[in-house]
């Protein structure tokens, strides 16, 4: 008999344990830092040490193994992938410990891998109607938990958290019908909030009421529709429930007419529409879908921002008391403002824009010069101060025909 027909001496290679929090870290590394396999092998290899050797890894996992696993994941729509990869390019959010265990280990190792100014992953494959998850492993994660909260400062909870839902599984892998589409947001938009309002709100960062405890955050892709929609509905309504969405404005003159009317610690920011990628809701595009008016509203200016307003994506923010502060101090800003008029009237409507043109028009150099002093004292950047300076041109009605020429910018720009 040959015994070679019968018998295999072949060395098997060891499996990696792929559980929930591997393949979140595999694709936080994918995420946030430019491609390196080696790279990436070494970070993988030296915070999972202990776990690879358990399972008979002497020399690491190969780097062609995590390309392979990540390639996989993303084939599969496997939920920790999507989870990752459909969440909002945020090195301070959810995924902070992973990336902070991956730059510790970095330093440590001494290896210089750069990480990525912009989320640049393909996602458009991955369907949530294909979703796939691993089950729980049976071998203790403990070990893991060290690994990573030795980097973090407080104990791991991927491994624990489990997050798939029935919305997720029937969740479509499909564009909302009232996105911005590209092309179509305003450059700029415009946030007001006070004491009262739900979520964290202050000049560096905004985040939604639901999603306070940013730990329990979920991408809009991973809801169905209907869910979806209910959220858009409840917060429009202004129901008194935690919402995921953050209110914008494309003109100034909507939140400065809500913060002076409702004052109690106002502030307004100003924020930068292109970093907050695709996660922009039109409103009245959700109206004009659902048939819907509330009262007089329409949703006509307004966007509804998902989860988060990042600090890179704030340009500046101002309270609502320093902007009456410099009204008082400077009587032509004061004239262009209209704060008390603002004040007097309840909505944001046509009786109120008649009651600014009453004012009377400006000529371009005089109103360009006004609002450039007003933005200087306010702070807004100066290559912001075009956008944000033609915008209160339309939105104050400083003149009543036609655009503002070659001599507003001209005044705007001389008070930088």
């Not at 694709?27 to 776990?51: G, M, P, R």
């Not at 020399?59 to 729509?77: A, F, I, P, Y």
């Not at 798939?164 to 499909?174: D, P, T």
């Not at 410099?326 to 704060?339: F, N």
Request: aromatic share 12%; charged share 25%; proline share 4%.
């Amino acid at each position: 008999m040959d015994l070679s027909d019968g018998l295999n001496y072949t060395v098997k290679e060891p499996n990696v344990s792929w559980n929930p929090e591997k393949k979140q870290f595999l694709c936080c590394l994918f995420k946030f830092f430019e491609k390196d396999l080696t790279a990436y092998k070494a970070v993988f290899d030296s915070v999972y040490e202990d776990d690879l050797r358990t399972f008979g890894f002497t020399h690491g996992v190969k780097e062609s193994t995590l390309n392979t696993q990540w390639h996989d994941l993303r084939r599969s729509s496997h939920f920790e992938w999507g989870e990752v990869h459909l969440s909002p390019f945020d090195k301070d959010g959810r995924w902070s410990p992973f990336i902070a265990a991956i730059r510790r280990t970095l330093a440590t190792l001494r290896i210089d891998l750069p990480e990525k100014a912009r989320d640049d992953i393909d996602t458009s494959t991955f369907d949530p109607t294909l979703h796939t998850s691993s089950q729980p492993t049976s071998v203790s994660s403990n070990h893991l938990n060290t690994a990573l909260s030795k980097y973090g400062g407080k104990e791991c909870f991927w491994c624990v958290q489990e997050r798939v839902n029935e919305e997720y599984i029937q969740a479509r892998n499909k564009p909302r019908e009232y996105t911005t589409g590209k092309g179509i947001l305003e450059p700029l938009l415009y946030r007001w909030s006070n004491v009262d309002s739900q979520g964290v709100n202050n000049k560096n960062l905004y985040i939604a009421g639901l999603f306070v405890d940013w730990d329990k955050y979920f991408s809009p892709d991973m809801i169905s529709q209907e869910k979806f929609d209910e959220y858009f509905s409840n917060h429009i309504h202004r129901k008194e429930v935690s919402s995921p969405f953050i209110s914008t404005f494309k003109s100034m003159l909507a939140p400065v007419h809500r913060a002076v009317r409702n004052q109690e610690g106002a502030i307004i920011s100003i924020i930068e529409s292109k970093k907050l990628g695709d996660l922009v809701y039109s409103a009245r595009g959700f109206c004009q879908k659902h048939q819907l008016r509330i009262g007089r509203y329409n949703g006509g200016g307004e966007y509804l921002i998902w989860g988060k307003v990042p600090s890179d994506a704030i340009i500046c923010s101002f309270k609502v008391s320093t902007l009456k502060q410099i009204a008082d101090e400077h009587d032509d800003i004061a004239e262009i403002l209209q704060l008390r008029t603002i004040a007097s009237y309840k909505h944001n409507q046509r009786s109120l824009k008649d009651a600014l043109e009453k004012r009377g028009g400006y000529l371009d150099h005089t109103s360009g010069t006004i609002i450039g002093k007003l933005l200087s004292l306010l702070q807004v950047p100066f290559e912001f101060s075009g956008e944000v300076g033609i915008g209160m041109y339309y939105s104050w009605r400083l003149r009543k025909r036609g655009g503002p020429g070659k001599a507003f910018q001209e005044g705007l720009n001389a008070c930088y």
